[in-house]
């Protein structure tokens, strides 16, 4: 039994899982009526940033600077995952799914929310995001198939030396 392509399709099948409940938790995030920074987490930002600020510590730090970090962040995991599922010959793709996806909540906000305001600076850092996410993901996949061909070119010069080995002891 061939456990490569069995394992492979499970770790494919896994992924898409985990892009589509997270694309999921992205969409509930983004496209709620709710303006982001009124709820709980936007208060508690306001409270740290007051008291940071306060201390005399990031003043140059406001909500919206968080906000673009976090959108940054948010973003990530979707570069990550999407890169997983894109062949090396399609990396390509990467450059402009992340861009489209948040094109389409922006959209969305924009057609079906009218107490969000869909924004240029979203666009921005979750496209960044998406990209840095995807960026890491390809540049793993490269280090792992770079350590795999090492490793099946040492597992091919042992055998080689191996059979070398045995045919010198047969010529003995």
Do not use: C, K
């Not at 899982?17 to 992205?26: G, P, R, S």
């Not at 990396?91 to 924009?110: A, D, H, N, P």
């Not at 840095?132 to 490269?142: K, N, Q």
């Amino acid at each position: 039994m061939d456990e490569g392509p069995r394992a492979s399709r499970f770790r494919r099948r896994l992924t898409m899982l985990l892009l589509v409940v997270y694309a999921a938790f992205v969409m509930v995030i983004t496209l709620t009526p709710q303006m982001p920074g009124s709820g709980f987490v936007g208060r508690v930002v306001h409270r740290v940033l007051a008291s940071l600020h306060a201390r005399g510590l990031f003043e140059s730090v406001n909500f919206l600077t968080i906000e673009f970090l976090g959108n940054i962040l948010m973003f990530v995991p979707l570069g990550i995952f999407v890169a997983l599922l894109v062949s090396r010959r399609h990396w390509w793709v990467l450059l402009f799914l992340g861009t489209i996806f948040s094109g389409v909540i922006e959209l969305g906000q924009l057609l079906f929310l009218p107490d969000r305001f869909p924004e240029v600076r979203d666009l921005i850092s979750n496209s960044t995001g998406f990209l840095l996410g995807a960026t890491a993901s390809v540049t793993f996949r490269l280090i792992v198939a770079h350590r795999d061909g090492l490793v099946e070119r040492d597992r091919r010069e042992a055998a080689q030396r191996a059979a070398n080995s045995r045919h010198d002891h047969q010529r003995q």
